[in-house]
């Protein structure tokens, strides 16, 4: 039984940082990509940045470059989404997922987290 546990969400005032963390347990870690998404409340849950298995190809949507950093520790089976001067438009619940490549569409991803919240206030 595959397991994603994230952890790190809470809340901040904009320009603040957090960091988010990912579990995985019953799987093999370093064999799957990783994917961060973030919902919001009635939308659509979106892809914010993912990394292959190795760390190799590394993957961000415009709207979080130079502000967030993904990165994995696979002798932790843990990734792990730095998230630097955050803006209220940050805020959503954000979840990880295991697949087999870096992909962003929520489809090719197998294995989700049960999401953690991150609350950005002006």
């Known amino acids: 039984q595959v397991q994603l546990v994230e952890s790190g969400g809470g809340s901040v005032q904009a320009g603040g940082s957090l960091r988010l963390s990912c579990v995985a347990s019953?799987?093999?870690?370093?064999?799957?990509?990783v994917g961060w998404f973030r919902q919001d409340p009635g939308k659509e849950r979106l892809f914010v940045a993912g990394?292959?298995?190795?760390?190799?190809?590394?993957y961000y949507m415009q709207f979080v470059k130079g502000r967030f950093t993904i990165s994995r520790d696979n002798a932790k089976n843990t990734a792990y989404l730095q998230m630097n001067n955050l803006n209220p438009e940050d805020t959503a619940v954000y979840y990880c997922?295991?697949?087999?490549?870096?992909?962003?569409?929520?489809?090719?991803?197998?294995?989700w987290g049960q999401g953690t919240q991150v609350t950005v206030s002006s």
């Open positions: 990394i292959s298995w190795n760390g190799g190809d590394i």
């Open positions: 019953g799987s093999f870690f370093s064999n799957y990509a």
């Open positions: 997922a295991q697949g087999p490549a870096v992909a962003t569409t929520r489809g090719e991803y197998k294995y």
